[in-house]
């Protein structure tokens, strides 16, 4: 890196300076972005507008001063998601009859933009285990959303979203975990890859196969850890999400009760792509907070950093920069927005619309974050300074819950379908 | 006893917004600002409520004095646990002249109407930062006041309060009904849960005009002019203590 000479000399010299600007960084008032043109307030209910409130204080008092530390100590941090689901956060979008809270898509995309502010990777765990909950609300009969719905809302419970596999990503519906049928039980075998949570949380929603290849002979199955034959891969090493534990779930005749199978045999991967509609505007609206804290601290540190005689934001191409990089951040938010209404209202499109707004706003986003992280200079690139947490964290953003590719692949079926 | 508590809450401009003077210099922008309920109005709410938990309090009435918008922030408190609101209308120019006098006359009026045992305010407001509204509002009903209580306990005899005073902690008992107000360290406010936002809604906020309670708006007050504060001046080092005493001397601040 041919920076580190000029850099060593600036960090020796601005060592007031830094530390200055890691004041001003974790600083509270930054993630709320009172700023008026990416207000993320705008067009939104009053009600919404609170929601939206408690969202960004929770992350600005609870998650964005313990951000870098959850980081850097690979720390899964139990005990702020269960103040957050104290709040109604554990099931947003899950029925109140089992301890959810009842709100919109919209709500939710509105709900974890404003909390990734706080901390990208662990408002995406909160974003996948809201998710499991849904299904479980969604297809479970009622012993089953009676058993499991309650504690995952309150966070008792955590729960991963098993699909991936080491031989199926993209492919999902090729997945090889088998669950034979014998007696009042389906015997597991086989593994997932990249599970988020996995070795940590309690309840994982496995997606297997009962029946013939393709995706029509896949069923999905709650699995509890401590079931005999449950077994978990070594924690991975990331370069982003590291509050979250990923790790490999594996299953050796593990037996699991046919109580506890989701829906009808066949319709696993049904339910898990219904899953992913919701999981993707999720994730989504993660990269929206994420664009949104970047944008402010980019601001930020244009306003107080002077090279050539005066500030930074001076310069007319930074200017332009950032113009460009708050636009794109509102038409992003736009269209999240406009996806969570669709799916909320089962448009007959709101697949290909949440698959667009996953597919523009992860890739916008990214090139935010990455853009401030540039305009930073070398104080961007050290993990004093948050914005390179946010890249890192939502990089893998482009690629989970369906790679940007496999967007594609939905949006251009839609389109180009023989009516 | 009608165990019911009346909390006042102003809507002020968030504290993390950065002010900005109006060019004519005639106050601070507000428009298009963004605007929250007033810090130390939250910990008089979050005590209200803990006061009602704790099942000593029967009633959480939370009053606002200012235009529709003042609404707003009646529902935040709503959505922390209190029972129902009250919105005194007061807007344009009355609004703009609308100090501390005038709002406890307001308070002292509605205290008498709901019979309320207990007001629980703000110690002071972080726009005009004018500490006097609980005082004059003591004042006006002639009732005891605790102020920057940092510590409320409700005994059987009177209400015991630990108040921050320059020197100290200061511990003093008053009878009711009183009107107490909130410092820094009296209680962290909670967070409004989803499930109570949405309880929120259904809560009643009361509609009522200054003039309802025959309370007379003019203000005493004229503001000259608003400026932004001297920009600091860079400091200078010297090498010894001599230099400093002499310099001190010279500027005349010895």
New interface residues.
């Given amino acids: 890196m041919a920076v580190v000479g000029p850099l060593s000399r600036i960090a020796r010299i601005g060592s007031t300076f830094c530390r200055n600007n890691s004041l001003i960084f974790s600083r509270?008032?930054q993630r709320?972005g009172?700023v008026?043109c990416i207000?993320p307030s705008h067009g939104l209910t009053?009600?919404q507008?609170?929601?939206q409130?408690?969202a960004f204080?929770?992350a600005a008092n609870e998650m964005a001063p313990h951000m870098a530390d959850w980081d850097q100590k690979e720390i899964f941090p139990v005990e702020t998601m269960r103040k957050a689901a104290?709040?109604?956060?554990g099931g947003?979008y899950v029925q109140?009859d089992v301890g959810g809270?009842g709100?919109s898509r919209l709500d939710t995309s509105i709900i974890f933009e404003a909390l990734s502010t706080g901390c990208v990777s662990t408002t995406a765990y909160i974003s996948i285990h809201n998710m499991c909950a849904w299904m479980i609300d969604t297809f479970g009969n009622n012993e089953q959303r009676e058993k499991f719905c309650p504690d995952l809302c309150s966070m008792e419970k955590f729960a991963s979203y098993c699909l991936t596999e080491p031989g199926s990503g993209s492919d999902a519906a090729s997945l090889l975990t088998s669950a034979q049928k014998k007696g009042d039980h389906y015997i597991l075998n086989g593994s997932k890859a990249f599970i988020s949570g996995g070795g940590d949380t309690d309840v994982y929603v496995v997606m297997c196969r009962t029946g013939v290849k393709g995706p029509k002979g896949i069923s999905c199955l709650v699995v509890e850890k401590g079931t005999p034959g449950l077994s978990f891969g070594k924690k991975e090493k990331k370069v982003g999400w590291n509050s979250q534990p990923t790790r490999a779930v594996i299953f050796e005749d593990c037996e699991v009760p046919v109580t506890n199978r989701l829906g009808e045999e066949g319709q696993g991967f049904n339910i898990a792509m219904k899953g992913l509609n919701g999981g993707r505007i999720n994730i989504a609206s993660c990269s929206l907070g994420a664009a949104h804290a970047s944008v402010l601290l980019a601001r930020d540190h244009l306003l107080v950093r002077k090279q050539f005689g005066e500030a930074l934001a001076n310069n007319q191409y930074l200017q332009f920069k950032l113009a460009e990089m708050a636009t794109k951040l509102v038409a992003s938010r736009l269209l999240v927005r406009e996806a969570a209404k669709a799916l909320q209202e089962n448009h007959p499109d709101a697949v290909s619309l949440c698959s667009m707004a996953k597919l523009f706003v992860t890739d916008e986003c990214f090139n935010i974050c990455n853009q401030a992280l540039q305009m930073h200079g070398g104080y961007g690139y050290l993990k004093d300074y948050a914005v390179q947490q946010f890249v890192r964290d939502i990089r893998v953003h482009q690629i989970l819950e369906g790679t940007n590719e496999v967007m594609r692949m939905i949006i251009s079926r839609n389109l180009l379908m023989e009516s | 006893m009608s165990g019911r508590v009346l909390v006042g809450v102003k809507r002020v401009i968030d504290y993390a917004v950065k002010i900005r003077v109006k060019p004519d210099h005639s106050g601070v922008v507000t428009d298009g600002v963004k605007h929250s309920m007033n810090p130390f109005c939250e910990i008089a709410v979050e005590e209200a409520v803990k006061l009602k938990e704790k099942k000593l309090m029967k009633e959480v009435v939370v009053v606002s004095c200012g235009p529709q918008q003042s609404q707003e922030t009646i529902r935040t408190a709503l959505a922390m646990g209190a029972d129902r609101g009250i919105h005194v209308e007061v807007s344009g120019k009355d609004y703009e002249t609308l100090g501390p006098l005038q709002v406890s006359k307001i308070l002292a009026a509605l205290a008498k109407k709901e019979d309320a045992q207990l007001i629980i305010l703000g110690k002071q407001a972080i726009d005009d930062d004018c500490n006097q509204t609980g005082q004059m509002t003591a004042a006006l009903l002639d009732w005891p006041q605790g102020t920057f209580a940092s510590e409320v306990s409700l005994e059987k005899d009177g209400i015991k309060v630990v108040r921050e005073i320059d020197g100290g902690l200061e511990t003093i008992k008053i009878s009711t009904p009183a009107v107490l107000t909130a410092d820094l360290r009296l209680n962290t406010p909670r967070y409004a849960t989803l499930p109570n936002i949405m309880k929120a809604k259904k809560k009643k906020i009361a509609n009522v005009k200054p003039a309802d309670l025959g309370v007379d708006l003019t203000s005493r007050l004229e503001v000259l002019r608003v400026d932004e504060p001297p920009q600091r001046q860079a400091g200078m080092k010297v090498e010894t203590v001599d230099d400093l005493v002499s310099k001190l001397k010279d500027a005349g601040k010895v």
């Fill in positions: 509270s008032s709320r009172i008026s207000d009053d009600e507008k609170e929601f409130k408690v204080d929770f104290q709040l109604g956060f947003i109140p809270s709100l």
